[in-house]
């Protein structure tokens, strides 16, 4: 019965209407077809979901449980609508939002073919995990690609790539540190506010480490300025270092420019996401988006 929307949307009309005859009249149909479907519906049902009045109408409870349902309803055929509007009209954007190490580092290697999959053109964004979830609760990024969410009850988390972070330095490194070797060094940083100084803190509790207490040489906002700024140090006297994903520095470590090292009795893991609404789960092209990169890992090997 739900399959013919037309008696859905009557019965919704009648709702915001108040009134049979303005929903009559809103729809472009004869009042008695208006009845003749509200009360196929209490029929079908075997139950009264609208009581009549002089001035109005009122809906019974069972009919308020039915009107809440239909408007799930009603917002899921709407979204379908623009998702069909969007698979026949290559100039819809399908907007894809990244935290900056997906964005710069691990997205390139899967855009074009995420086009391809869902034959429709896609613009994407780089931003900060906090302005990622602003932006998906805007609807104004379709799916999201993020390295340290803040989790909203209003967006779904589907995990996807683990990250591992490393010590990097252009000077050479013991393979394996050991946690008092971490004070010895000069530290570029992120600066506190960043959620990957968060995470990386939180990490080094694990073995009673507190990097407030390292030789902090310098601050940056970014990965990529702190990648450029290791390049640049002196190889000579006390090594340059800082913690990097793996994907940051894959490319500079292969020629030799970089050198790593992991730290004693702890892996810096993290764990990426894909996100979206959770009203938009069943969306077509988040669902083709997500089902290509639930499949789609790459391992940098060094």
């Not at 100039?91 to 391809?116: C, K, R, T």
């Not at 992991?262 to 894909?274: H, T």
Request: proline share 3%; aromatic share 8%.
């Amino acid at each position: 019965m739900f399959k013919d929307f037309g008696k859905v949307e009557t019965f919704l009309t009648v709702v915001r209407e108040r009134s049979f005859s303005k929903a009559s009249k809103k729809l472009g149909i004869s009042q008695p077809a208006v009845t003749q479907q509200i009360k196929y519906l209490e029929d079908y049902l075997s139950i009264q979901i609208v009581d009549r009045k002089k001035n109005g109408i009122n809906l019974t409870k069972a009919g308020e449980a039915l009107y809440q349902a239909l408007l799930k309803l009603e917002k899921q055929i709407l979204e379908t609508e623009k998702e069909v509007l969007r698979l026949i009209n290559k100039e819809m954007l399908f907007i894809l939002g990244a935290s900056p190490v997906i964005g710069n580092y691990i997205l390139p290697d899967f855009l074009n073919d995420i086009q391809e999959v869902i034959s429709n053109r896609v613009l994407t964004k780089v931003a900060t995990s906090s302005e990622l979830t602003e932006l998906l609760l805007q609807q104004k990024v379709d799916l999201a690609l993020i390295e340290s969410p803040i989790f909203n009850p209003n967006i779904t988390y589907r995990e996807w790539m683990e990250d591992e972070l490393v010590v990097v330095s252009r000077s050479p490194l013991s393979p394996l540190l050991k946690k008092e070797d971490l004070f010895t060094f000069d530290w570029i940083c992120r600066e506190e506010e960043s959620n990957t100084r968060r995470v990386i803190y939180e990490m080094f509790r694990q073995i009673d480490v507190d990097c407030k207490n390292f030789n902090v040489k310098g601050i940056a906002t970014s990965s990529t300025t702190i990648k450029q700024t290791l390049l640049k140090s002196p190889l000579n006297g006390v090594p340059t270092v800082s913690i990097l994903s793996k994907y940051i520095i894959a490319d500079e470590v292969k020629q030799g420019l970089l050198h790593v090292a992991q730290i004693k009795d702890i892996r810096l893991l993290r764990q990426f996401y894909l996100c979206c609404l959770k009203d938009r789960v069943q969306d077509a092209l988040i669902d083709s988006t997500t089902d290509f990169l639930t499949h789609k890992t790459i391992h940098p090997s060094f």
